[in-house]
């Protein structure tokens, strides 16, 4: 476990997965010349898994790349991104748009449409414009090479900085492989995915689809389905990863606990660069019926409009949080609840109690607001009502979220 | 027909109604000596209904009237109503505060205490000042009289305006009787009630308590229970509607729909005094699989965030509707959604059709930013699903919504 745990430690670098180039370019779907197109491209055959918005409006690289991964799972060599546009609500010409991009990239690296995977993200209802997307196809198929930091800043969109991150792994048998991914979102992030899309990539060897789409749900389930920023879930959230097995080792147990870490600080920055964020908030429900009702409770709390307020303001309003969890649709006493607050990102020993036995404790007031006014504050909720459990990471609701949003299009 | 609908206007102003007298009163509760207390009494015994909060977290006062209305239902004289203190997880004690500030006014009015119910809103887990209270009850007991507004403006919390109304109700046989109404709430407003307290008078002549309460939540579920502002619903909403009968005038027919416009006008009334709310926006969803489906999707987008802050900034911004209807959780075929909006409160022919086919129309751009930067806006989205049908009211969200908030308490 030890050793496990040392080779999961995620870095804040990508140096390079074998068999992997990417390139993240300018060609105008942004203004003033920032990067804003991307390309992630493998030299062999990619086992890929997918995981994707449950939204019932699917944007048009959704449906496109929903179908691929059907039959050319074990197939997949490329993935493009674009900004600027969702490719969401355009209709047939928008899927048209998503197949003429896959092959633009087909062409330039060598393999057949089908074995290409495409990403958007931006405004809903916009066409894509077909010849930006060109240029971009052709620029970063010209400079493909190593700069993950540029291409994670190509799919940025309300994204102040670029998400990334890389794990390596040394097997039991002292080999090594690494995965990697960048991912991007910013707002419409909301559980059960989000304006959010990650590429995750991996040198290890993996049996096969089957094994990817598990290993890819699973750690999704845990990671990237427990953060919200505003509730809002998008028409494009995609998730994919692709293993192309170049290190020639073979993923083993160690595997899923490194992606789970990978995906888990991808899924973090996410919530600390939400729209407007000024707090991180890891908010953990304990002694809820089971897990479902723990998650309601916990989504409830977190997308509250008076909660993420009150976090903004720095004020210790736990009647909010308590308020939230009773109007979850869950049977709860609040006779039973116990609401701990602590600073930082986990919740350990030094936690402040806020409620308990349906009142208010005699908490000391500047201690509270001391917490409150950290950049990361642990909520604990104790629901005293069985065993069920779930933890998910949010933000505050600012006034620069009201600004970003209220002003995004125009 | 022509000859109710005439009867039903409700009037800005509450001229009498017989048997009732009213005060608010200022007893230190809020600060500079505003109005902050007050009493609604009945000269002899009313049938009354009440409707309380869904919330699972139940303030004092709720828990106190939902257990007197079930057997004091046929017999309620007054409702005292204090702001300052919502008495919510306030243990046991505060379940003796509310009984004790009922005994104050049954005293003062002459009446046993379970005659009496009682009302709170403002901060969680604050215990009553009880000397303040009281002080309240006396200065209001000794200043009954006919004042409404007065009554209205007493029991606002971040109201910016008091929410008052009457309706006078001819019968087929030219005998005549009124329904009047207050009501306050701004924020923590969401379908299924909210921060919201209303009193409902009126001195027709009713059979019974089944009959007021059959009436009355027939009303709510068409007015009260179809307003947004943020989602979050609180521990203390609470309707009551009291009955004396001092007219002799028995309600008939007619009365059920007086009652409904009365509601609709003090629920539309609360939306437009939404917390921060700087547009009115009425949101009618048709064409869902059942009308639970279509409640479902209305309030999904009355809420969402990127909804609310779209029209907030005046922003035809269609693709967040269509997304939020999509993520409401009902399976949706968005080629068969028709989207349109109009300028006002109610949609009639002049309408702009903004999505169609899965796609946007070719809507003119500032015909539809003319539109979304009125102060009234009305939303029709037909999702060619079924016959479901559904009619809300919200709001949008802004900056003022997030100073208001992020700064409550302190």
Known sequence: VQQKR??????????SVIGFSVAGVACGLKKDNRLDFALVVSDR????????????????????????????AENIRAVAINTGSANACTGRKGVQDAHVTASWVAESIG??????????????????PMDKIRQGVSLASASLGNDWQGTASAIMTTDTRPKYGSVTVRTAAGQEYTIAGIAKGSGMIAPDMATMLSV?????????AAQAKTALKTAIDKTFNCIAVDGDTSTNDTVVMMANGATGVTAGDEFQLAL???????????VR??????????????GAPNH????????????????????????ANWGRIIAAAGRAGILLDPEKMQLHIAPGETLNGDSLLLFTNGMPTEYDEPTALDIMRQPAISVKLDCGAGEGHALVWTCDLSHDYVSINGHYRT
């Open 45 to 72: 055959p990619c086992i890929t898994a997918g995981v994707f918005t449950r939204n019932e409006v699917k944007a048009a690289p959704v449906l496109v790349d929903m179908d691929r991964l059907q039959y050319q």
């Open 292 to 315: 479902e009702a723990a998650r309601q409770i916990a989504d409830t709390i977190a997308t509250s409009p008076l909660v993420k307020t009150a976090f903004y303001g720095g004020d």
């Open 111 to 128: 393999c057949h449409e089908e074995n290409v995977l495409v990403m958007s993200t931006g405004v809903i209802g916009l066409h894509l």
């Open 200 to 208: 995750i990539v991996t040198d290890a060897v993996l049996s096969g």
């Open 260 to 270: 789970e870490t990978l995906c888990r600080k991808l899924a973090q920055d996410i």
């Open 6 to 15: 040392e080779m999961s430690e995620v870095q804040a670098v990508i140096e």
């Open 273 to 286: 660069d939400g729209e407007g964020a000024t707090k991180f908030i890891a908010l953990e429900i304990a």
